[in-house]
């Protein structure tokens, strides 16, 4: 059984940076996507970005491109979202994913990823 649980959330000032975390535990196959949503109030889940187990690929939703950055340490099992320039609009519940089978070509649709984290908050405010 995958868990996946992130952490490192919290309230940070506008223009402020944050760094989220999620830790898997449990057996995975040797080349799964992980990727990262949010999802705030009244709103839809979003993807933010996504990484190949290598690293190689990633992807970044427009609204955070330049800003966030997703790096992972697989000797950890953690994958890393950076958050720069922090904006009101981040303010979310961030959950980290995790699809088992790989799919780089799907990596924006939620619905590949089989496992997911309880969720961090994240919220950004003077």
């Known amino acids: 059984q995958v868990q996946l649980a992130e952490s490192g959330g919290g309230l940070v000032q506008p223009g402020g940076s944050l760094r989220v975390s999620c830790t898997t535990s449990?057996?995975?196959?040797?080349?799964?996507?992980m990727g990262w949503f949010r999802q705030a109030p009244g709103k839809e889940r979003e993807v933010v970005a996504a990484?190949?187990?290598?690293?190689?690929?990633?992807y970044y939703a427009d609204s955070v491109k330049g800003r966030f950055t997703i790096s992972r340490d697989n000797a950890e099992n953690t994958v890393y979202l950076d958050m720069n320039s922090l904006r009101p609009e981040d303010t979310a519940v961030y959950y980290c994913?995790?699809?088992?089978?790989?799919?780089?070509?799907?990596?924006?649709?939620?619905?590949?990823?089989?496992?997911w984290g309880p969720g961090t908050q994240v919220t950004v405010s003077s």
């Open positions: 449990g057996r995975t196959n040797s080349n799964y996507v």
């Open positions: 990484s190949n187990l290598s690293g190689t690929n990633t």
């Open positions: 994913a995790l699809d088992p089978r790989g799919r780089w070509s799907s990596r924006t649709d939620s619905r590949i990823y089989w496992y």
